[in-house]
């Protein structure tokens, strides 16, 4: 056994070697780029939060799991990477003890010869080969070449993937052999439950060199397979915890990140800010969590998969957007890291892939991939390892914006209109209060500050106040508050934009701006609990300015509708016999989890059925609108909106139902060019949740 050891040694040494180099060179790169000390103080300030990240996501495979055949094999294969380090501590033990004593039967001290521990780490490597055939059979059902763009691994590098899978049955089939070979010797530690090996001692020839080469083998196929993981995607298998470990908790939506300049929150009033630094635009400015985000690409393609973007023929796919930065950063890591070291190229050709812009008809990201994201958040709910694809998307656009005022001319018009009427028609402020008028009873406005015994300020937003479908939820909302005693008050001409479509563009200054304008207003005010009626302030009012010092307890409107109907003080009586789908926004179900309490409403109302549209809750399709694409105009592929009402038509609905005015606009568009062309009935409509509730709550005249 002494030139078992040996040889067995030689390769450890060699294997641990060279993917120790490689682990070195992926810190350096990773490190090469500015600090993100944010997110190691929240992973210490969440420490619960991240442990049970850990245990949710990491060991229980939660986010994999949604999709369950793959989940499924994917848990049972990576449990398996776990619970058969035990076999390579017995393999390694083996090795060790037949060079000392001649005679390979070692066992883990106290629990080695455990009959359970036998039996368990039988049934996870048949387990295991068992997810690589749903893995193959998975991969060949939805190959690029059968399925094209429909197939999620479209773009992924295949030949990676079947490679190690490949090398994963090599080490199974190994295992059983050297396993079984031991048994056949009388070397196996476990006399019973390892129900394969102890079935193949059975049947195995009684030869010592079977088993020492079956233990090489195996050693060697687990120790070439450890080289290739650590050159390829599955590198996931390391960085992954790590990734969800300084991800921001509960997941990467909700707040879009603060900006910051090597590790530093922007100031735009310092005068020793350098403005070319603002943003992303070269690989070089991205932080070591951004390279964790390449590191742990699966390519999967789950994110690809409900991307309403690639769902509809447009350039982006969440997936290729990490892939190509992470080609990129590993084509130019040499000269990067150098540079980084103090090292000044003069080669022309090396300076200009130094200096390759990250967005740009010649760049890594072609700029159509960058301006068709809603931020939906779709890539982010689905990333099994919690890769951060909008902070991506942000950082880029807020270079091209704000430092090389590259974006669509729409877009432009809402930026101007943002300066300079506070909201993006560019309507005067005077108007925010002239659907007060359409009411019969009075509504209050705030005066400096809020009027005593009032509970809620009810943020209108710019939409719910001037553009006449959104008017219509406001007035609904207002009215229903009125029926249940609920005391509010609204700003009027005091309230501005929130700023949602200034930064969700990449106008991060203009966003700074308007929420410090409104939170001074609030502030001032003593205001203390909002409800708003449009997701995108309701996000912004919650989960962003917090950042900038305004806290409070912020609701949408269809939370406190549901609460005041659950206590009695709304209480649904006139029937509406109508069959009605319900459109999830993005921006209150995914990125802020209200899910419950719309349908919640439509339950109570009589007379309502209720069906689900086939992609909804954290697999809803978007509108469209979000990400400032509400002001840009859609010229690639299908329309996302259109996609939508045709997934509602499905349905054969009488009302499709939303609790946001972007998506009420978006698919109203959608649903008129239906009628148009004759493939939606003239009675259909989409209406706001409370619509649905006030014609209900009111007595019939």
């Given amino acids: 056994m002494l030139w078992v050891a040996v040889i067995g040694l030689v390769m450890t040494v060699a294997a641990v070697a060279v993917a120790g180099r490689r682990a070195l060179f992926l810190y350096?790169?990773?490190?090469?780029?500015?600090?993100?000390?944010e997110r190691i103080e929240y992973a210490k300030a969440h420490a619960g939060d991240e442990a049970k990240a850990q245990l949710v996501e990491v060991f229980g495979q939660k986010k994999l799991l949604k999709w369950t055949p793959s989940g499924v094999a994917h848990f049972f294969v990576?449990?398996?990477?776990?619970i058969l380090l035990t076999v390579y501590i017995e393999a390694y033990g083996a090795i060790v003890q037949g060079a000392i004593t001649g005679t390979p039967d070692f066992h883990i001290p106290l629990i080695g010869t455990w009959g359970a521990l036998g039996f368990l780490q039988d049934f996870i490597a048949v387990a295991c080969l068992l997810g690589l055939v749903a893995f193959a059979i998975i991969r060949i059902k939805n190959s690029p070449d059968k399925l094209g763009r429909r197939s999620r691994f479209s773009g992924s590098h295949l030949g990676g993937a079947w490679l190690v899978l490949f090398m994963i049955f090599n080490i199974i089939w190994t295992l059983f052999l050297a396993r079984g070979a031991a048994a056949a010797n009388g070397n196996f530690p476990y006399s019973?439950?390892?129900?394969?090996?102890?079935?193949?001692?059975?049947?195995?020839?009684?030869?010592?060199?079977?088993?020492?080469?079956a233990l090489l083998l195996h050693i060697g196929f687990m120790l070439v397979f450890l080289v290739i993981v650590v050159h390829s995607k599955h590198l996931h298998i390391f960085t992954a915890p790590l990734n969800v470990l300084f991800s921001r908790r509960p997941d990467g939506l909700g707040a879009a990140p603060e900006m910051r300049v090597d590790g530093k929150l922007v100031d735009f009033e310092d005068e020793d800010l350098d403005p070319e630094r603002l943003g992303r635009g070269k690989i070089g400015d991205t932080t070591w969590k951004g390279f964790l985000d390449f590191y742990s690409c699966t390519e999967c393609g789950r994110c690809q998969s409900q991307c309403p973007a690639w769902n509809t023929d447009k350039p982006l796919s969440p997936k290729m957007l990490i892939l190509d930065q992470r080609d990129h950063a590993f084509k130019v890591a040499p000269y990067l890291m150098a540079a980084a070291n103090g090292v000044e190229h003069t080669d022309t050709d090396v300076l200009a892939l130094l200096e390759k812009p990250l967005v740009g008809e010649d760049g890594v990201i072609h700029p159509d991939v960058l301006w068709s994201c809603t931020n939906c958040g779709a890539c982010v709910e689905q990333c099994p390892v919690d890769i951060e694809h909008i902070d991506h998307i942000l950082d880029m656009r807020r270079y091209q914006v704000m430092v090389e005022s590259s974006f669509p001319s729409?877009?432009?018009?809402?930026?101007?209109?943002l300066e300079n009427k506070g909201n993006p028609w560019g309507m005067s402020e005077t108007k925010r209060a002239d659907w007060i008028e359409e009411l019969d009873f009075e509504v209050e406005l705030v005066d400096e500050k809020m009027p005593e015994d009032t509970e809620y300020l009810f943020w209108v937003g710019c939409a719910g106040a001037l553009e006449d479908r959104a008017k219509k939820t406001t007035k609904a909302v207002a009215e229903l508050l009125h029926i249940a005693g609920v005391k509010f008050a609204v700003l009027g001409p005091m309230e501005a934009c929130t700023g949602d479509p200034a930064r969700r563009l990449g106008m991060e200054y203009l966003f700074n701006m308007l929420a410090q304008q409104n939170i001074e207003t609030l502030n001032e005010a003593g205001v203390k609990k909002i409800v708003a009626t449009c997701p995108h302030c309701f996000n912004t009012l919650a989960n962003e300015y917090p950042q900038l010092g305004g806290?409070?307890?912020?609701?949408?409107?269809?939370?406190l509708l549901a609460k005041l109907v659950d206590e009695g003080l709304l209480t649904p009586i006139t029937p509406i016999e109508e069959?009605?789908?319900?459109?999830?926004?993005?921006?209150?179900?995914r990125h802020n989890k209200v899910y419950s309490q719309p349908r919640d409403i439509m339950s109570k109302v009589p007379g309502v059925q209720t069906q689900e549209m086939h992609r909804h809750k954290d697999r809803g399709f978007?509108?469209?609108?979000?990400?400032?694409?509400?002001w840009m105009e859609e010229r690639i592929g299908k329309r996302i909106?259109?996609?939508?009402v045709d997934e509602a038509l499905t349905t054969n609905p009488d009302t499709v139902s939303t609790a946001c005015p972007f998506c009420m606009v978006m698919l109203g568009d959608a649903i008129n060019e239906k009628k148009n062309t004759g493939e939606a009935k003239e009675s259909l409509e989409v209406v706001d949740v409370a619509q649905l509730l006030i014609k209900s709550v009111k007595a019939p005249s």
């Fill in 28 to 37: 350096k790169l990773a490190t090469v780029g500015p600090p993100a000390p």
């Fill in 78 to 82: 990576m449990w398996a990477f776990f």
């Fill in 192 to 213: 019973s439950g390892a129900f394969v090996s102890l079935a193949l001692g059975d049947v195995l020839p009684q030869t010592a060199l079977l088993e020492e080469i």
């Fill in 410 to 417: 729409e877009a432009g018009v809402m930026v101007k209109n």
């Fill in 551 to 559: 806290t409070y307890e912020v609701v949408h409107h269809t939370q």
């Fill in 579 to 589: 069959k009605i789908t319900y459109h999830d926004p993005c921006f209150l179900g």
């Fill in 622 to 630: 978007c509108c469209g609108a979000g990400g400032a694409r509400m």
């Fill in 641 to 644: 909106n259109t996609e939508r």
